[in-house]
T-cell receptor
Framework: NAGVTQTPKFQVLKTGQSMTLQCAQD?????MYWYRQDPGMGLRLIYY???????DKGEVPNGYNVSRLNKREFSLRLESAAPSQTSVYFC???????????FGSGTQLSVL | RKEVEQDPGPFNVPEGATVAFNCTYS??????FFWYRQDCRKEPKLLMS???SGNEDGRFTAQLNRASQYISLLIRDSKLSDSATYLC????????????FGRGTSLIVHP
């Protein structure tokens, strides 16, 4: 049972390059989330999708876009990467609001 | 302003000790609360849910105090393997309820 699958696990980009982080869940969850984690800052919400067909900004959305492709998949795109976006990114899903979160294994992104 | 506050620690305790962490939250309308464990920047993993009536799972006990707006985690008989960062999650009301993390409390259990 895969749960939440994130790709890639590691990525190095040059400033200005673009990339998409992929996330898929096989638990038939309605809600999906993208977080970033920086030293001393905890996990901060970038964007979320409360249900298929909806997306909303979280605490730190600038420089990112998302797509809820279908119920299973929620991607995060960096259009023009900046060194400030160097971080570890986690995707998560839940059945709905106020429910347990299940996380992917993370993507370590470095922007040079 | 961070809406969920945790003491970052580290809490450095010997094996067998009892240790407690608190997590305060700012919105009294928050509905759901959880504790997660995170090892070495791996993904957070659910430790336990937190209920007003209290919740116990082996050596771990979680409590919710709505009046004072905090949740707590008590670990009894600490093991070396309990060394990790403990994250609290509070679901805040907004357009939708949103899961908000504290910055985490680091626990180091030494022999």
């Amino acid at each position: 049972n895969a749960g939440v699958t994130q790709t890639p696990k590691f990525q190095v980009l040059k400033t200005g390059q673009s990339m998409t982080l992929q996330c898929a869940q096989d638990m038939n969850h309605n809600s999906m989330y993208w977080y970033r984690q920086d030293p001393g800052m905890g996990l901060r919400l970038i964007y979320y999708s409360a249900s298929e067909g909806t997306t909303d900004k979280g605490e730190v959305p600038n420089g990112y876009n998302v797509s809820r492709l279908n119920k299973r998949e929620f991607s995060l795109r960096l259009e023009s990467a900046a060194p400030s976006q160097t971080s570890v990114y986690f995707c998560a899903s839940s059945e709905g609001e106020n429910e347990k979160l299940f996380f992917g294994s993370g993507t370590q992104l470095s922007v040079l | 302003r961070k809406e969920v506050e945790q003491d970052p620690g580290p809490f450095n305790v010997p094996e067998g000790a009892t240790v407690a962490f608190n997590c305060t939250y700012s919105n009294s309308a928050s509905q759901s609360f959880f504790w997660y464990r995170q090892d070495c920047r791996k993904e957070p993993k659910l430790l336990m849910s937190v209920y007003s009536s209290g919740n116990e799972d082996g050596r771990f006990t979680a409590q919710l105090n709505r009046a004072s707006q905090y949740i707590s985690l008590l670990i009894r008989d600490s093991k070396l393997s309990d060394s990790a960062t403990y994250l609290c999650v509070v679901w805040f009301p907004g357009g939708s309820y949103i899961p908000t993390f504290g910055r985490g409390t680091s626990l180091i259990v030494h022999p």
